[in-house]
């Protein structure tokens, strides 16, 4: 039979490989603890077989000595329950902390890359913009009228918010000046309208379409960028390029090739433009305004008092943006400056945009409206080399 004590048994092996009990065993494992006689017990295994005095004070002696305290102290040592989970709640801390961390860090560098991205594409179009408008070249033809037709006008440049009814396909402009269609208007937040309470100032939006002529040798280049969105007067859109080459006995039609060309005739250039518009100014740098009969005129001075009529040109305020003018330069006429401002709007706002869908047009201008902080504006005045000055004086 055998007897044990907290589970540990009363015996040990000989160095025959026979069990034998071990008088007083039980005993000393009841004095010394189960840990402290089981390695008595372990060091007896190993020094049975050729000690000859009695297990039982073999095993005393040993329990007694420093490798055996030693021993009991390696057993015994271990953390707490309560210990462990201090230590994992400890760690879960910092690991969400480190989490959190790596998420902000993260959102920061994506936020960036956009940002950049938005910044190259700005100012790729806005150079692209600048080298190609500042060839512009008058062509000092005159208007042209076929057995009683239409005038074609022999159009230089012109910069206008496009009308759908003078456009018998009707493209989904961003802006138009038809059917009392207002620009897209952001509020400025931090800022009051005239010192009024819960008012904000606002910047408005304007979305032109322009046309200009260059000459390349004997070659005519009529060139023009239009901004169609999903839906007309959706207030953001993609810019598109039309380009045609022609002799000059044919360059008078470029203008009118342009109004009527498909969309898949034209180049698509950048997604997410919300503001574009062109500004002509005088080569005395102030503004070219309409004046009477609707031509242009500029201030020849500070005061606004004095001003000089422009030859061969047609201007008038936008009925929908009053101060606005759609400018037009014929024959010999062209502006002596432009002014380029171009607006787009960050990838992230335009895909949400998108996403509220094409076919509530109110409710995509009001989430516009609202993220004024989320446009990235470009500016560039741009001197126009062929400048005949005969049509300034």
Same mark, same amino acid.
């Given at each position: 039979?055998?007897?044990?004590?907290?589970?540990?048994?009363? +015996?040990?092996?000989?160095?025959?490989?026979?069990?034998?009990?071990?008088?007083? $065993?039980?005993?000393?494992?009841?004095?010394?603890?189960?840990?402290?006689?089981?390695?008595?017990?372990?060091?007896?295994?190993?020094?049975?077989?050729? %000690?000859? !005095?009695?297990?039982?004070?073999?095993?005393?002696?040993?329990?007694?000595?420093?490798? !055996?305290?030693?021993?009991?102290?390696?057993?015994?040592?271990?953390?707490?329950?309560?210990?462990?989970?201090?230590?994992?709640?400890?760690?879960?801390?910092?690991?969400?902390?480190?989490? /959190?961390?790596?998420?902000?860090?993260?959102?920061?560098?994506?936020? %960036?890359?956009?940002?950049?991205?938005?910044?190259?594409?700005?100012?790729?179009?806005?150079?692209?913009?600048?080298?190609?408008?500042?060839?512009?070249?008058?062509?000092?033809?005159?208007?042209?009228?076929?057995?009683?037709?239409? @005038?074609?006008?022999?159009?230089?440049?012109?910069?206008?918010?496009?009308?759908?009814?003078?456009?018998?396909?009707?493209?989904?402009?961003?802006?138009?000046?038809?059917?009392?269609?207002?620009?897209?208007?952001?509020?400025?937040?931090?800022?009051?309208?005239?010192?009024?309470?819960?008012?904000?100032?606002?910047?408005?939006?304007?979305?032109?379409?322009?046309?200009?002529?260059?000459?390349?040798?004997?070659?005519?280049?009529?060139?023009?960028?239009?901004?169609?969105?999903?839906? /007309?007067?959706?207030?953001?859109?993609?810019?598109?390029?039309?380009?045609?080459?022609?002799?000059?006995? %044919?360059?008078?039609?470029?203008? +009118?090739?342009?109004?009527?060309?498909?969309?898949?005739?034209?180049?698509?250039?950048?997604?997410?433009?919300?503001?574009? +518009?062109?500004?002509?100014?005088?080569?005395?740098?102030?503004?070219?305004?309409?004046?009477?009969?609707?031509?242009?005129?500029?201030?020849?001075?500070?005061?606004?008092?004095?001003?000089?009529?422009?030859?061969?040109?047609?201007?008038?305020?936008?009925?929908?943006?009053?101060?606005?003018?759609?400018?037009?330069?014929?024959?010999?006429?062209?502006? $002596? @400056?432009?002014?380029?401002?171009?607006?787009?709007?960050?990838?992230?706002?335009?895909? +949400?945009?998108?996403?509220?869908?094409?076919?509530?047009?109110?409710?995509?201008?009001?989430?516009?409206?609202?993220?004024?902080?989320?446009?990235?504006?470009?500016?560039?005045?741009?001197?126009?080399?062929?400048?005949?000055?005969?049509? @300034?004086?």
């Amino acid at each position: 039979m055998k007897r044990r004590v907290s589970s540990v048994e009363c +015996r040990v092996s000989s160095a025959g490989g026979q069990d034998k009990i071990l008088p007083g $065993a039980c005993e000393l494992g009841e004095a010394f603890g189960v840990r402290a006689y089981s390695a008595a017990l372990g060091w007896i295994r190993g020094t049975a077989a050729i %000690s000859k !005095a009695p297990l039982e004070r073999k095993a005393a002696e040993y329990a007694r000595t420093p490798d !055996a305290s030693r021993l009991l102290w390696r057993q015994v040592s271990a953390f707490s329950l309560i210990e462990i989970l201090v230590t994992v709640a400890l760690l879960s801390f910092i690991i969400l902390g480190l989490l /959190a961390m790596f998420t902000q860090t993260q959102k920061a560098f994506r936020g %960036s890359m956009k940002q950049v991205d938005v910044m190259s594409a700005g100012r790729a179009v806005t150079d692209m913009l600048a080298r190609e408008l500042k060839e512009i070249t008058p062509s000092e033809m005159p208007y042209l009228r076929n057995l009683g037709g239409p @005038y074609y006008f022999s159009t230089n440049f012109f910069a206008e918010i496009p009308a759908v009814a003078n456009v018998g396909f009707n493209p989904p402009f961003a802006e138009t000046s038809f059917g009392g269609s207002r620009p897209l208007l952001q509020g400025l937040p931090g800022t009051t309208f005239q010192g009024q309470p819960n008012t904000q100032e606002r910047r408005t939006n304007i979305v032109q379409q322009i046309f200009f002529l260059t000459k390349n040798n004997q070659d005519w280049i009529g060139i023009g960028y239009q901004v169609l969105g999903d839906s /007309a007067s959706a207030g953001v859109g993609t810019l598109y390029r039309f380009s045609k080459t022609s002799p000059k006995s %044919s360059a008078i039609y470029l203008s +009118r090739d342009f109004l009527n060309a498909p969309v898949t005739n034209l180049s698509r250039i950048a997604d997410g433009v919300i503001h574009f +518009r062109l500004r002509a100014f005088a080569t005395n740098g102030f503004p070219i305004d309409p004046a009477l009969l609707n031509n242009s005129a500029f201030r020849t001075n500070a005061d606004t008092s004095g001003t000089a009529p422009m030859r061969n040109t047609w201007g008038y305020w936008d009925p929908s943006a009053l101060d606005q003018v759609n400018s037009y330069f014929l024959s010999n006429s062209v502006p $002596a @400056y432009l002014e380029l401002e171009l607006g787009i709007l960050e990838p992230h706002i335009l895909e +949400r945009y998108k996403g509220i869908g094409s076919g509530n047009v109110q409710a995509q201008r009001d989430y516009l409206s609202n993220h004024v902080a989320q446009v990235h504006l470009f500016r560039q005045r741009i001197p126009i080399r062929n400048v005949d000055f005969n049509a @300034y004086q």
